[in-house]
């Protein structure tokens, strides 16, 4: 239901933007957003956008250097990352549910499969 894309090799610096396709509409969602997971670490919140476009979310690791976005004609979330740096190397995953969009916001049903992310020099 959720499809992810736009992964791929970037050098240090550099900028990739990510989509996350949804089957149906987004605006079935209450919150969309992308969660990562580098080799050997637990899953992390990236960011989360609310339906309305009123609440977005940021890590404070990416914050100021990534951008979440959605084109709800097109049933797409999209997240700008910019500055890329080694440590944003990861699997990213995007997924939707109910709830919130915020820190505390962890989806429970919907996940896309992931696309890497690698920032290389």
């Known amino acids: 239901q959720l499809q992810a894309s736009g992964g791929g090799l970037v050098q240090i610096g550099g900028s990739l933007r990510l989509s996350c396709a949804a089957s149906?509409?987004?605006?079935?969602?209450?919150?969309i957003g992308w969660f990562r997971q580098a080799p050997g670490e637990e899953r992390e919140a990236v960011s989360c956008i609310s339906n309305n476009d009123r609440w977005t979310y940021y890590a404070y690791s990416v914050k100021g250097r990534f951008t979440i976005s959605r084109d709800n004609a097109k049933n797409t979330v999209y997240l700008q990352m910019n500055s890329l740096k080694p440590e944003d190397t990861a699997v990213y995953y995007c997924?939707?549910?109910?709830?919130?969009?915020?820190?505390?916001?962890?989806?429970?049903?919907?996940w896309g499969q992931g696309t890497l992310v690698t920032v290389s020099s």
């Open positions: 997924a939707a549910d109910i709830g919130s969009c915020g820190i505390s916001w962890y989806p429970l049903r919907y």
């Open positions: 149906g509409s987004t605006l079935d969602y209450d919150t």
